[in-house]
């Protein structure tokens, strides 16, 4: 494999990486603070916990994704040609540690928050290296699939806020 075809593969599998690590952080600092608001009781059905949860993760995934696809991809290309070029001193077997500390040292530029972000997109590439995804076109069909997640969000959230807006019309019917 020549050089150029190397760094095109390795930039795509990254491209790859940030859109799914990208989408489950979204998901996850969703979840994460629904469940606080949840716990701090300021939602009190499930609808309303459903509607929170469909309404933040958009917004989380959009903020989220600039950084993980500019920040995460660069440092996580760097992560790993660091981590090759030391164990090629050291053994081989410690390549894959030497490219997580790395991650997590870049990760912690936003303490806990950034700090998920890097070991998401660690654990996401590495599946990815593993199963040998990659390429241009697989990278094409992650952001139609990312394009996808939003529209069915977004009709999710609809629906959601159609049937709270039903049941409040309703019980108004109801009082008077």
Same mark, same amino acid.
Request: proline share 1%.
């Given at each position: 494999? !020549?050089?150029?075809? =190397?760094? /095109? *593969?390795?930039?795509?599998?990254?491209? #790859?990486?940030?859109?799914? !690590?990208?989408?489950?952080?979204?998901?996850?600092?969703?979840?994460?603070?629904?469940?606080?608001? %949840?716990?701090?009781? =300021?939602?009190?059905?499930?609808? =309303?916990?459903?509607?929170?949860? &469909?309404?933040?993760?958009?917004? +989380?995934?959009?903020?989220?994704?600039?950084?993980?696809?500019?920040?995460?991809?660069?440092?996580?290309?760097?992560? $790993?040609?660091?981590?090759?070029?030391? /164990?090629? +001193?050291?053994?081989?077997?410690? =390549? #894959? +540690?030497? !490219? *997580?500390?790395?991650?997590?040292? *870049?990760? %912690?530029?936003?303490?806990?928050?950034?700090?998920?972000?890097?070991?998401?997109?660690?654990?996401?590439? +590495?599946?990815?290296?593993?199963?040998?995804?990659?390429?241009?076109?697989?990278?094409?069909?992650?952001?139609?699939?990312?394009?996808?997640?939003?529209?069915?969000?977004?009709?999710?959230?609809? #629906?959601? $806020?159609? #049937?709270?807006?039903?049941?409040?019309?309703? &019980?108004e019917y109801l009082v008077f």
């Amino acid at each position: 494999m !020549s050089l150029k075809h =190397e760094i /095109s *593969f390795i930039l795509s599998r990254k491209t #790859i990486a940030a859109i799914i !690590s990208s989408s489950l952080f979204g998901v996850l600092l969703g979840l994460i603070f629904t469940i606080i608001h %949840l716990v701090n009781d =300021e939602l009190d059905t499930v609808g =309303e916990y459903l509607f929170w949860f &469909l309404q933040a993760t958009p917004v +989380y995934m959009a903020f989220s994704f600039p950084m993980i696809f500019i920040y995460g991809a660069i440092t996580s290309t760097i992560s $790993d040609y660091i981590a090759r070029f030391l /164990s090629n +001193y050291t053994n081989k077997k410690f =390549e #894959i +540690y030497i !490219s *997580f500390a790395f991650h997590l040292l *870049f990760g %912690l530029i936003l303490l806990w928050a950034s700090l998920l972000a890097s070991v998401l997109f660690f654990i996401t590439d +590495y599946i990815l290296r593993r199963k040998n995804i990659g390429g241009w076109k697989s990278s094409f069909k992650s952001l139609v699939i990312l394009i996808i997640g939003f529209i069915l969000y977004a009709f999710g959230l609809y #629906i959601v $806020d159609s #049937i709270i807006h039903l049941k409040n019309r309703f &019980l108004e019917y109801l009082v008077f």
